[in-house]
Each structure stands twice: as structure tokens, then as C-alpha cells.
């Protein structure tokens, strides 16, 4: 059976980046709870996962911050050098690049998530169902 895609678009909050995605028809998103995406951006955050080359994008307007994650491995965020808002990072450990899943100019066809580190670093005022957790 053929892999269905849809392309998508998005930027930041001033619009000086603007990128494409070819997402898979029903992409695979996240909300992470790990302390470097709650230190990042205050809160969980909503990540979708591309496949290579999935991702049409200037690089010229991004600022990159890199350093290692908990498990030792490099984080690589790239971010809007003008309004600071993250585009997506590459996790080292996974092999694989996160679209920020807000920045999508339309954000319909997300209809589902899994709930990843949680466990450990999860607000404590937040209850989530276990079949809705992934480690």
C-alpha cells in the first residue's frame, strides 16, 4: 500500500521564516514533558516527527542552540533569529527531526498524540490517561 502525504505550511510569529512539510497522512505527534522542552518553553510541548528531507526550509533567518539532551546525545534547535520562536529540533538519540507542531498554519489534520516523558517530569497537576502515554 503507497504512503499517503499532505503538504503543509507554517513559519513564526513574525514571519520572517516560512517552511514546507510533506507530513505523513496521519503524522506521528508527540507531546513531550522533558524538562528541556518545559525549561525551553514553560510548559509540554507539541512535536511532530518527519521523515528525512521532509521539511522545505530557509535556513538562512534560523539560530541553532545545540547541547546534550539526558541521555548524553546532542539536541539541536533551530529557532527564528528574530522573534525566538523554535522551528524544530534534531534529536540525536532518535535520528529524526520535530516540527514544532504550533507553527503549522493550519493545524487540522493533528488529531492525535502520544504523551512522551511524562513519567518523570510531568507538572503534578496534570493527569493523563496511561494508554495515553509512550516511553
Known amino acids: 500500500m503507497e504512503k499517503k502525504f499532505v503538504m503543509k505550511t507554517g513559519g513564526c510569529i513574525c514571519g520572517k521564516v516560512k517552511y514546507k512539510v510533506k507530513l505523513d497522512e496521519i503524522p506521528k505527534v508527540f507531546n513531550c514533558h522533558c524538562v528541556d522542552c518545559r525549561k525551553k518553553l514553560g510548559g509540554i510541548n507539541s512535536i511532530i ?13 534560523l539560530g541553532v542552540y545545540e547541547h546534550p539532551g539526558g541521555s548524553g546525545n546532542k539536541l539541536k534547535k533551530h529557532f527564528c533569529k528574530y522573534c525566538a520562536a523554535p522551528i524544530f529540533s534534531y534529536v540525536e538519540k532518535f535520528n529524526t527531526t520535530y516540527l514544532y507542531a504550533g507553527l503549522l498554519d493550519d493545524v487540522s ?7 512522551i516523558h511524562y513519567k518523570n517530569s510531568h507538572f503534578p497537576f496534570m493527569k493523563i490517561n496511561e494508554d495515553e502515554i509512550s516511553n
Open 109 to 115: 489534520i493533528l488529531k492525535k498524540a502520544k504523551n
Open 49 to 61: 516527527a518527519l521523515r528525512e528531507g521532509a521539511l522545505e526550509i530557509d535556513k538562512k533567518e
